[in-house]
C-alpha cells in the first residue's frame, strides 16, 4: 500500500510563486513515475506533470510548460511542483499520483496511475 500526502496548496497572487509537495509513504518500491494533475471546479481531470523514477526524465502539459518545474528528490521520495508566473487559470485542486506500470518514462493518462493522493487547493487571484 502507498500513501501521497500533499502540502504546500493556499492562496496566491497573479505572477507568484508556490511550491507543493508530494510525501510518499508505505511498503512499496520506490520505482515510479510520480505524476501532478489537477481538477478545476466544473471541469475534468488534467495532467499537468510528471516525472519518471530517478527524476531524469520529464513531461509538462502545454499550459504550464515553461512556468512549472517538477522535481524528484530520491533521498526521500519527495516530489514537488515548483510553480512559478502563476495564474487564475492555475485555480485548481491538485493531485499527486503514482504510477508503477512504466517507471521510467513518465505519462499523462490518469488511467495509468494507481496511487493518488488527497489534494492540495491551490486558488490564484487576479
Known amino acids: 500500500q502507498v500513501q501521497l500526502v500533499e502540502s504546500g496548496g493556499g492562496l496566491v497572487q497573479t505572477g507568484a510563486s508556490l511550491r507543493l509537495s508530494c510525501a510518499t509513504s508505505g511498503r512499496a518500491s520506490r520505482v515510479n513515475t510520480k505524476g501532478w494533475f489537477r481538477q478545476a471546479p466544473g471541469k475534468e481531470r488534467e495532467f499537468v506533470a510528471a516525472?519518471?523514477?530517478?527524476?531524469?526524465?520529464?513531461l509538462y502539459a502545454d499550459s504550464v510548460k515553461g512556468r512549472f518545474t517538477v522535481i524528484r528528490d530520491v533521498t526521500n521520495d519527495t516530489v514537488y511542483l515548483q510553480m512559478d508566473n502563476v495564474k487564475p487559470e492555475d485555480t485548481a485542486i491538485y493531485y499527486c499520483?503514482?504510477?508503477?506500470?512504466?517507471?521510467?518514462?513518465?505519462?499523462?493518462?490518469?488511467?495509468?496511475?494507481?496511487?493518488w493522493g488527497q489534494g492540495t487547493q491551490v486558488t490564484v487571484s487576479s
Open positions: 499520483a503514482a504510477d508503477y506500470s512504466s517507471p521510467w518514462r513518465p505519462g499523462n493518462l490518469s488511467s495509468e496511475y494507481v496511487y
Open positions: 516525472v519518471n523514477y530517478n527524476g531524469g526524465n520529464t
